[in-house]
């Protein structure tokens, strides 16, 4: 079946933009988590939603940062004002329920310039 | 900070040979799961091993979990060239579900 997908796969835009990124998950999954990467690091922590709500939020590096998910399924991670420092490869992951393992997208390569 | 911490942080062995990984985390969790990454964009799930078991198989992987020590190991044997990529345990404290990731064993299989 359909796996996690996230779109687009690359984006380019100047500092101080917006930029939205768009995660589907597998159908049927409840939790939806976003990560951040950069090269040589493990990914980090950003949002975790539970449904539609956002069960931990923790992890954004601060307000420019923010994510929904209103309907349960499709999320979108929006970044206002954009700084060179947010570029990254931005993961996207689905999962049926707690305790399962996680499915992974392609992620977005974000390069602010 | 991570929750769960690799190492080595990178090991390059023979084609043939096992290859060992740990993962140190900090606090009680509900499981731990093993990732592979190649080429730094999706991660795939390896295993998952709950906090109450000690030790998974799964084809050449072994995993075992030491939650007085809270640790784990990942161990592949008889690596190919295939095997080349990075490894990421994961870990949630308890009851929270949240995922974290330690920064990874690049592991390198020479042919």
């Known amino acids: 079946g359909a796996g996690v997908s996230q779109t687009p796969s690359n984006k380019v835009t100047e500092k101080g933009k917006y930029v939205e990124l768009r995660c589907d998950p597998i159908?049927?999954?409840?939790?939806l988590y976003w990560y951040r990467q950069s090269l040589g690091q493990g990914p980090e922590f950003l949002i975790y939603?539970?449904?539609?709500?956002?069960?931990?939020d923790s992890g954004l590096p601060n307000d420019r940062f923010f994510a929904v998910r209103p309907e349960g399924s499709v999320s979108t991670l929006k970044i206002q004002r954009t700084e060179r420092g947010d570029s990254a490869v931005y993961l996207c992951?689905?999962?049926?329920?707690?305790?399962?393992?996680?499915?992974f997208g392609n992620g977005t390569r974000l390069t602010v310039t | 900070s991570q929750q769960g911490e690799e190492d080595p942080q990178a090991l390059s062995i023979q084609e043939g040979e096992n290859a060992t990984m740990n993962c140190s985390y900090k606090?009680?969790?509900?499981?731990l799961q093993w990732y592979r990454q190649n080429s730094g964009r999706g991660l795939v799930h390896l295993i998952l091993?709950?906090?109450?078991?000690r030790e998974k198989h799964s084809g050449r992987l072994r995993v075992t979990l030491d939650t007085s020590k809270k640790s784990s190991s990942l161990l592949i044997t008889a690596s190919r060239a295939a095997d080349t990529a990075s490894y990421f345990c994961?870990?949630?404290?308890?009851?929270?579900?949240?995922?974290?990731f330690g920064t990874g064993t690049r592991l390198k299989v020479l042919a």
């Open positions: 992951a689905s999962s049926p329920s707690n305790n399962s393992p996680l499915h």
């Open positions: 159908s049927g999954h409840t939790a």
């Open positions: 939603f539970q449904g539609t709500g956002a069960a931990d």
């Open positions: 606090t009680s969790i509900n499981n």
């Open positions: 091993i709950r906090s109450n078991e």
């Open positions: 994961a870990t949630d404290a308890s009851g929270t579900y949240k995922y974290i």
